[in-house]
């Protein structure tokens, strides 16, 4: 595959909005919207690692999900390979690309292991599957040959005798590794890694995460790494020199490489999330540096600056006007500080 | 000890452990059926010694042995498949269960594969469908009619489409002007027409419950992520309904299903009553409406061993129908 700075995968101003309508027994009419994704531009590149962070709720897997076109968009466009993967599968697009070439290029590695294998096949059938449908050349032998090796390569020994059990039968981190051998298989250009270590031991997490970068190389593909874990997400992010994210109610407020991300964050959010990482804040956890701990409802976001509310550095303009993302080189912010001649600095400061 | 050897060794002892308390029951219920026999043979203006020889053949009651010695004769006739003899039918037990018991399993095991192959089937679409009027619908008339009790429904049945439409028979096995040989077409149309109504009134208002909770299994088996792999990876839905959804919701109906079929056979006591059917369920009706204690007792057994061998073939089998299951000590389906 050829790197001619096309992004793989490449998001344009996705829109995620959820209706919630009444029940039969709830009073009133009004439709809720929940606004999971707003606004959200981002790349992946061929090799690439993209990583998202927030707290719960702020829309990470949604976006996630609409990547590799597991959720449609209610705005904005999925493109892969520059061509709209929605226009593809209603049939509206001239790409040379079918649906099930998307569809095969876009995998997900789930956050419970346990619930990502079928229960009642065996693991040399589990992933046996995916072969069947990209190399329906292979024989049986050979198959069975390519799973053997796979499953050495993710450190499943002896590989026969783990491919002859179910899933039941594995570890929560074999299992993960079964679910990342089953969608690399696949030969896919982006796998969504949702929260994929976060059910895997503490101690086995790094081993977990080297796997997958290991692998990455090998097997020529890039992620979309989601994690609530800031130092998590350093990790794995800066050995791939991707970018980190950072979510918030549904909007990205910065977004660029790892180290710069953790080191010198722009967006005061940002800032809090790194203050909420042990691993990460040089000091002793000193005061929030967050006004409320709540999170607003997504029903209804705060005018102006979703953070505001919630911002130690909110002045009056936050209130009012959306902070547009300014870029410098690799590092999007979205935040008025950036600018130093806007109003910003001198409308007065928030306080509760 | 090996696990098939103690599971079957516990079917032994509840089977011996139901007969040990039929022939208790013979025995010490106060104003039993000992004096009712007594008292209906002297009214009928027998010897007392005729009277005796009777008792004693209808219920293998030797009044002067010990008790071990009545009870050892009683265990050993049961092993030899003498169940005593019947005294309103004057036919011996046995031959009234074999002539009667292959229709009551007809109803019970047709009725069990209809509400399951119903309830698998409803169940899954109403699951796809999540939400949607027709599953709201379906929902609301599964709990109606699982709430319904059959013998209501059965009612229903006779009073509308037996009588007012005359679609369907409502009384006996087969048409009793029949004069056909055993198992030619007429007589399997026959017998298949006459047991409509008997097991549409038991599948209607048993697939209820069944059809809720094979929703409930396929909903949850659509959350989980293997099924979202499945269909990341562009397999048709239909292949997914099936090998991915249908085999791991139906999975845990297994057990209850052959457990359904002692129920259902149960259930054939008032079913067959009902619709006249002369299957055991009538026939144990009949035998308690005439203090027929022999009889009531021999059925009784068979529809206990019934169930208890049901249990015991869930256990055995399935550890093979689910690879999770291993057979082993926490293998118990019940």
Known sequence: ?352 | MNYYLRRFLRVIVTIWAVATFTFALIRLLPGGPLVQLRAQLIRSGASPERVETLIQSYTKIQPDAPIYVQYFDYITSLVQGDLGESISTGRSVGEVVGGALPWTLWIAIATTILVFALAIVWGAIMAYFEGSNFDLASSSASILAASMPFYVLAMLLIIIVGYEFGWFPTRFRIDPNLEAPVFSVAFVGSALYHSVLPIASMVLTGAGLQVLAMRGNSISVLGKDFVTVARLRGLSDRRISITYVARNAILPMYTSMLLSVGWYLGGTVIVEEIFTYRGIGYYMYEGLESRDYPLMMGIFLILTSTLVIGVFVADLTYGLVDPRIQTGDQSESF
């Open chain 1, 1 to 352: 595959m050829s790197d001619d700075g096309t992004p793989v995968l490449s998001l344009e101003d996705v829109e995620v909005h959820f209706e919630d309508k009444p029940g039969l027994l709830e009073f009133g009419d009004e439709t809720e919207v929940v606004r999971a994704v707003d606004g959200v531009s981002i790349d992946v590149m061929e090799n690439d690692v993209v990583t998202l962070v927030g707290e719960s709720g702020c829309g990470k897997t949604t976006l996630g999900k609409t990547a590799i076109g597991l959720q449609r968009p209610t705005g904005g466009s999925v493109k892969y390979r520059g061509h709209d993967i929605w226009d593809i599968r209603d049939g509206n697009s001239d790409a040379d690309i079918t649906w099930r070439d998307v569809r095969t290029s876009l995998q997900i590695i789930h956050q419970d292991p346990g619930s990502s294998l079928n229960p009642n096949r065996r693991i040399q059938t589990i992933l046996a599957e995916p072969l069947k449908q990209v190399r329906p050349d292979l024989g049986r032998t050979e198959k069975r040959e390519r799973i053997l090796s796979l499953l050495e390569r993710v450190g499943m020994n002896p590989a026969p005798d783990f491919a002859d059990r179910y899933p039941h039968q594995l570890s929560g981190g074999e299992q993960q590794r079964v679910a990342l051998s089953r969608a690399l298989l696949m030969n896919p250009d982006v796998i969504l890694a949702d929260e994929a270590i976060s059910a895997v031991d503490v101690s086995l997490r790094v081993e977990m995460m080297d796997l997958m970068l290991e692998l990455q190389a090998e097997f020529d593909t890039s992620f979309i790494f989601i994690s609530h874990d800031l130092s998590n997400a350093r990790y794995f992010t800066a050995h791939a020199d991707g970018q980190i994210g950072v979510m918030y109610l549904g909007e990205l407020a910065e977004i660029g490489p790892a180290e710069e991300i953790v080191n010198s964050p722009k967006h005061p959010y940002t800032n809090v999330l790194r203050w909420a990482t042990p691993d990460l804040s040089l000091q002793q956890t000193g005061e929030i540096p967050m006004r409320k701990i709540d999170v607003p409802d997504p029903v209804d976001p705060p005018s102006g600056c979703r953070f505001h509310t919630r911002c130690p550095e909110a002045r009056e303009a936050c209130q009012t006007e959306h902070p547009p993302t300014y870029s410098d080189d690799r590092h999007h912010v979205a935040c008025f500080r950036e600018n130093e001649d806007h109003d910003y600095w001198e409308s007065p400061k928030l306080t509760d």
